[in-house]
């Protein structure tokens, strides 16, 4: 039938169906969507980021508090546990140091002299404690702070001829720092914390010392980190918060680290108690010989004959410079 009306000369018609822009469904604004969605995870990526910088806020603060504030570890290609990225806040939880008694301070600006804290409501019988007695009384005090964070088995305590030596070790249960990090834990900052109105309520100086126990790190290049540099920075940061408790600067005399040249438990290196700080408060005759064996000499003391361990005067020196520079030209 097509065919003959063809031949009559009668054109054929093609019509081409379309939809019209509100008949096309969802196909046309898909795109819409799949942004939409991009948007989303992207919103999402940025919360989990930020929750985490949070969260790593303190450890952060704990890092710039140790040795040197350095963000990188100075071994090769080892970032420190502590860092976490940007600061999740601009408000930080962490109180700044203080160099000097926080009481006495708290009684100069509102007028209020009553203790506030767990270190702070203990008031001692003396300023300075040199006998064997008061470092008995001393011992006591500080195992007492200790039992209050939780921390009873991890204080111990020697009386010793230049002082009492305080260890804050490690245990198989409880650890003071996180495993190969500066970064101590929420009960070692409130022990430090506590001591620090403690201290500044006696004159005695002391040494802190930080100690790690024998395990290396893979790499032991001379530049790698190493136990040394791990136990320099605990100690540091040992000193940095008993200073934010309140403790006087001047109090401490030495920050060392020994890393595990020194082991509490010498038939076992590894063992959990040589990882530790150790607080040696000096009686008053020990500081003076310490201060003075690093201190310009006052004294002279011979080696042997014609020798001496004073150094020479100013004169002296310029007359030795002279020769030297005759004999060179």
């Known amino acids: 039938m097509l065919n003959k ?12 169906v379309t939809r019209r822009h509100g008949e096309e469904g969802h196909g046309g604004s898909a795109w819409k969507v799949a942004f939409a969605d991009f948007c989303l995870a992207l919103l999402c990526l940025f919360l989990v980021m930020w929750l985490m910088a949070s969260r790593q806020q303190e450890h952060l603060q704990d890092l710039l508090k140790a040795a040197g504030g350095s963000l990188l570890d100075e071994g090769r290609g080892k970032v420190s546990m502590s860092m976490g990225g940007p600061r999740g806040s601009l408000i930080a939880r962490e109180p700044l140091p203080s160099n000097g008694d926080t009481i006495a301070k708290r009684k100069a600006a509102t007028g209020d002299s009553e203790p506030r804290g767990p270190g702070e409501g203990m008031r001692l019988s003396k300023a300075h404690y040199e006998s064997h007695a008061d470092m008995v009384e001393l011992s006591q005090i500080l195992a007492q702070l200790g039992a209050d964070v939780g921390l009873a088995n991890n204080i111990r305590t020697i009386i010793t001829p230049y002082g009492l030596r305080v260890l804050l070790h490690d245990t198989e249960k409880q650890g003071m720092f996180q495993r190969g990090s500066s970064a101590p834990n929420e009960r070692f900052r409130r022990l430090l914390k506590n001591l620090g109105p403690l201290f500044s309520q006696i004159d005695n100086q002391m040494l802190i010392v930080g100690h790690t126990d024998s395990l290396q790190y893979a790499d032991q290049s001379y ?37 595990d040249s020194a082991p509490i438990n010498p038939s076992d290196t590894t063992a959990h108690e040589n990882r530790r700080i150790e607080l040696l408060i000096l009686t008053r005759g020990q500081a003076h010989a310490i201060v003075q064996m690093f201190g310009a000499p006052t004294d002279t003391l011979p080696l042997q004959d014609d020798v001496s361990t004073s150094l020479p005067n100013s004169e002296a020196l310029e007359e030795l410079r002279g020769q030297l520079h005759d004999r060179d030209s």
């Open 5 to 16: 009306q063809l031949d009559k000369g009668q054109q054929a018609v093609v019509k081409r």
């Open 223 to 259: 530049s790698a980190f190493s136990n040394w540099t791990l136990s320099s920075e605990r100690a540091m940061t040992a000193r940095s918060y008993l200073l934010a408790g309140g403790m006087p600067s001047k109090s401490v005399l030495q920050v060392v680290g020994q890393a």
